[in-house]
């Protein structure tokens, strides 16, 4: 009896020293598979994109389409937070990094440039500011309209 007793207690104690979220509902991972809207501040103003986003589990893997044509993406998505990497590729390779939040069929954040020169500020300082981006979920045939619209693939 007394080691049952003590095994009881040992457990007990896992438990609480564990925390409380024991049994208790986790939040729910966002899923984020599918094709989005983008809309983009650029350099140059606002860029529209297409985002083919493939996820399994909290790993993200897709492609960015918009004038340019198809880039690759990789990113991570936990509980509501997002992050990915768009490679764009050319004679100047770079990366924009992109991080946000996603809230049912919609996605906001700011986007980073990496691995490019950076834009030279009103000083005359070094500045790769952030920039907003925002992004609705469609469906195919809606991907495939603006696809269409931005150009060859």
Request: with cysteine; proline share 3%; aromatic share 10%.
């Amino acid at each position: 009896m007394r080691k049952h007793t003590a095994f009881f207690a040992l457990i007990f104690l896992l438990l609480f020293l564990c925390g409380s979220s024991f049994g208790q509902d986790q939040p729910a991972k966002a899923n984020v598979s599918g094709k989005w809207q983008v809309a983009w501040t650029g350099r140059l103003g606002t860029e529209n994109a297409v985002l083919d986003l493939h996820q399994r589990g909290s790993v993200l893997s897709g492609t960015f389409h918009d004038l340019h044509g198809d880039s690759i993406l990789s990113g991570m998505v936990e509980k509501s937070a997002i992050s990915f990497d768009v490679q764009f590729q050319g004679t100047r390779p770079f990366t924009i990094s992109f991080s946000g939040t996603v809230e049912e069929d919609a996605m906001k954040g700011s986007s980073k440039a990496k691995g490019m020169t950076a834009y030279m500020g009103h000083g005359g300082e070094v500045v790769q500011p952030d920039r907003p981006w925002t992004a609705k979920r469609v469906s195919d045939d809606g991907a495939k309209k603006l696809s269409a619209q931005q150009g060859p693939q």
